[in-house]
C-alpha cells in the first residue's frame, strides 16, 4: 500500500486488493444506474442498521429503503473489468442527529447503509470488502433494457432475490455529493460519494415495480413492509467517486 499524486495535487493512496488488482483511493468510476426509494416500517429498518445510524424519517411513522440498479463501465484506470451491482440501502442518519419527515428524505435520501450488495464478479468482490467493508457476494445480475427504462433481476444461491423495473427520468447536468456507511473490523466507517453526471429524480412515481424471489434476502426485505408505491425513482449517467472510509464511532 502507498500513495500516487493525483492530477490536481491531492494524494491518493494505492491499495493491492486480495485478488491482485491495484487501484487507488479516492476511487474514480463510470456507471450507468436506475433506482427507487420506497417506505419501509421504520423499527424493521432499524434492527438492519448497525449501532451509531438511525432510520431516516421518510414520512411521519416510515422510513425508506433505497434499491440502485449499477452498471459499471470504468473502475480507476481500468484496474479492473467492468461488472454489475445491486445495491439495498437503506437511507440513515448518525445517532444523535435530528431526523425529520420529508425534510430528512430530500437531504439525506441519497445517504445511508449499505445492507446488501451483490456484483457480478470476485474481483468487484475484493474491491468492495478489502477496503471499505461493503457487504459484498457474487451473484448473477441481468439488466434488460426497455423502451422506457430497465428491469434488472438478481439471482444468488440458485435463488431469484429480487426484480426491479424502473422507468427512466429527466436528467441534468449535476454533482451531488452523499455518503455511505459500512462496518469493517468492527468498526463503523462513513465513505464521501460524488456523482458528476446526467442525474434524474422523480417523486411518488408509479413507474416502479418490484418483485421480491425465494432467497433468504428476498424474505428479509418482505418484513420491511415495502411500501406500495415508489417515493421516488433515479437515474444516473456519469462519474462516480468514492473516497477512503471515515472513522465514525466503535459499534
Known amino acids: 500500500m502507498g500513495t500516487t499524486p493525483q492530477s490536481t495535487g491531492a494524494v491518493r493512496e494505492s491499495v493491492t486488493l486480495s485478488t491482485g488488482e491495484e487501484v487507488s483511493v479516492p476511487l474514480s468510476t463510470e456507471a450507468t444506474v436506475f ?3 420506497f417506505s419501509a416500517n421504520r423499527a424493521a429498518v432499524a434492527e438492519l442498521l448497525p449501532d451509531g445510524l438511525e432510520p431516516i424519517r421518510a414520512t411521519p411513522q416510515r422510513a425508506a429503503v433505497t434499491f440502485l440498479a449499477v452498471e459499471y463501465h470504468r473502475i480507476g484506470d481500468h484496474a479492473m473489468a467492468p ?7 437503506l437511507p440513515a442518519v448518525e445517532s444523535g442527529e435530528r431526523s425529520w419527515p420529508f425534510a430528512s428524505l430530500l437531504r439525506n435520501g441519497a445517504s445511508g447503509y449499505v445492507w446488501y450488495l451483490p456484483v457480478t464478479t470476485e474481483s468487484a468482490k475484493a474491491l468492495g470488502v478489502d477496503i471499505w467493508g461493503y457487504p459484498k457476494a457474487v451473484a448473477e445480475i441481468t439488466h434488460d433494457d426497455h423502451v ?3 428491469r434488472t433481476t438478481v439471482t ?3 435463488e431469484e432475490v429480487i426484480t426491479l423495473d424502473v422507468e427512466g427520468t429527466p436528467k441534468v447536468d449535476r454533482t451531488q455529493e452523499s455518503v455511505s456507511y459500512t462496518v469493517k473490523d468492527g468498526q463503523l466507517l462513513r465513505e464521501p460519494l ?4 446526467k442525474l434524474g429524480a422523480w417523486p411518488y412515481s408509479g ?3 418490484v418483485s421480491l424471489g ?3 434476502r428476498a424474505d428479509r426485505l418482505r418484513e420491511l413492509d415495502l411500501g406500495s408505491r415508489a417515493l421516488a425513482r433515479l437515474s444516473f449517467e456519469g462519474e462516480f ?3 477512503a472510509g471515515e472513522r465514525v464511532g466503535s459499534v
Open 35 to 37: 433506482g427507487a426509494m
Open 83 to 89: 461488472y454489475d451491482e445491486f445495491s439495498v440501502m
Open 148 to 150: 422506457a427504462g430497465r
Open 156 to 158: 444468488a444461491d440458485g
Open 194 to 197: 460524488t456523482l458528476s453526471g
Open 207 to 209: 413507474q416502479v415495480d
Open 214 to 216: 425465494s432467497h433468504p
Open 241 to 243: 467517486v468514492i473516497g
